[in-house]
């Protein structure tokens, strides 16, 4: 009896068949490969960099292969420099994933996510273990773990060692790998982050050794004059659209040249009008090259974002944090949106 309890700690369960089921195929793996998200962000990169510390410690031959590179900010991440990138090294990435026998896949729902590596992930015959916490998982896998009630899949990842008796594999550089992963996903726990598991996951994590103010500052404080400007500047921009508790910031192409604009520069800046009580839900429109724009959303309490994005952006994610794309130009996707939003006011 005592034996079955040992892995009740946490209120999150995963099923010991899955548990189980997934330390058999890692230990009857020879080539395992981690990949996560495109435009990887601290918890996609949280996960698969502390579940590649732990693959390394347990003896196994692993690599982490993305569609594309870690943003700047996220370099400090130990193991996130070995990271093999399709944008980098394509040829490498593709041949990885092919010859992979197992293939974890964190932080994502959908082979779509991979971008240019999705038709690789698909074609590869490598066994694969899903461990996400995104809404409607579309990705066959031999076990999935997919757990959207969970804060973070660094969290959820956290859990699963756990359960696995695994977290003695874990030192200080996975410890803070998971922390960061957790910590980036709830806004350093201010949403998201009422679940009392997550305060026991760290309390563990830093009996590993992290320093979890030394972590805030490293992902935080990073910020280029070019971030502090373009963040002020659009902004000051803000378009609010009071009866529908919208607000709506863009960006277009020349305005991000101006502004010598960087990968990850606007990175949060979508949460800023949410501090505005009577703002809902706020969409960051961005003009990428090519008649690109990104399109990203945040909302409060039981507004979809998700929903919003699914019908019309060609995307999806969470209830609250959601994102997708509109092929046209910026001027094209802000006239969808004033004309969609309407339809949006019964769920306020
Ligand atoms: P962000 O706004 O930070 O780019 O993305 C927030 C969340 O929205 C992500 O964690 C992801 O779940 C979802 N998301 C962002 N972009 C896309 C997209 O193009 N397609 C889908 N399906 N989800 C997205
Ligand atoms: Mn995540």
Not at 179 to 190: R, V
Not at 196 to 220: A, C, E, F, S
Not at 236 to 258: C, D, G, N, V
Not at 335 to 341: G, P, S, T, V
């Amino acid at each position: 009896m005592a034996e079955q309890k040992k892995y009740h700690r946490f209120i999150t369960e995963i099923d010991m068949k899955d548990v189980d089921r997934v330390k058999q195929l890692v230990l009857a793996s020879r080539n395992v490969v981690i990949t996560c998200h495109v435009s990887p962000d601290g918890d996609a990169l949280g996960s698969s960099c502390a579940l590649c510390h732990v693959l390394k410690a347990i003896g196994k031959q692993v690599n982490i292969v993305t569609a594309d590179c870690a943003p700047k900010a996220l370099q400090f991440l130990p193991g996130v420099r070995d990271i093999i990138a399709a944008t980098r090294q394509n040829e490498r990435a593709r041949e990885l994933m092919t010859n992979a026998d197992l293939i974890f896949c964190m932080d994502f729902n959908d082979p779509e996510r991979l971008d240019k590596l999705s038709g690789t992930l698909l074609e590869s015959k490598a066994l694969k273990i899903m461990i996400d916490h995104h809404l409607a998982p579309r990705l066959e896998a031999e076990v999935q773990i997919s757990r959207p009630e969970v804060s973070s899949t660094s969290a959820l990842l956290y859990i699963f060692l756990w359960q696995a008796a695994w977290t003695r594999y874990l030192n200080r550089s996975a410890a803070a790998c998971i922390y960061t992963g957790m910590m980036t996903d709830t806004g350093n726990f201010s949403y998201n982050s009422n679940d009392p598991d997550l305060y026991l996951i760290i309390h563990d994590l830093m009996r590993k050794g992290i320093d979890k103010d030394n972590l805030y500052k490293l992902v935080m404080n990073t910020s280029s004059e070019s971030r502090v400007r373009i963040m002020g500047f659009a902004q000051y921009r803000m378009q609010i659209i009071p009866e529908h508790k919208a607000a709506i910031i863009t960006l277009s192409e020349t305005e991000l040249k101006e502004f010598e604009y960087n990968k990850g520069d606007t990175e949060g800046l979508v949460n800023v009008p949410l501090s505005i009580p009577d703002v809902t839900y706020s969409i960051f429109l961005r003009e990428d090259a090519n008649d690109c724009v990104k399109v990203s959303m945040r909302s409060k309490g039981n507004f979809s974002v998700s929903l919003i994005c699914e019908e019309n952006f060609n995307g999806g994610g969470h209830t609250n944090a959601a994102g997708g794309e509109f092929k046209g130009s910026l001027v094209c996707a802000v006239q969808k949106l004033l004309e969609i939003i309407p339809n949006y006011d019964k769920y306020l």
